[in-house]
């Protein structure tokens, strides 16, 4: 095990308290956790890509980071029509 997956399991273990937090939080605070785990995961997948010398991961990681971001203002704007009625 190289440096690079060392990184990225080190990464993956901080995905645990952003995940405790996302479910503790109510929706609008939890969604900036969520968002922190996104961004960590993206990193986690990009050092994995490194680390193993497989590309399919790092296109994996570059879908990752836009549906991430799309989902989660997706959500917000479902989370705010929801609170209108």
């Not at 109510?26 to 590309?55: M, N, S, Y």
């Amino acid at each position: 095990m190289n440096g690079w997956l060392w990184a990225a399991a080190v990464l993956v273990a901080a995905l645990v308290p952003l995940a405790v937090l996302c479910v503790r939080l109510p929706a609008p605070e939890g969604v900036v956790a969520l968002e922190a785990a996104g961004t960590d995961a993206v990193l986690a997948l990009l050092l994995i890509a490194v680390g193993t010398d497989r590309q399919p991961f790092g296109d994996l990681a570059l879908v990752l980071a836009v549906v991430s971001f799309v989902g989660a203002i997706a959500y917000l704007r479902f989370v705010e029509a929801f609170r209108e009625d």
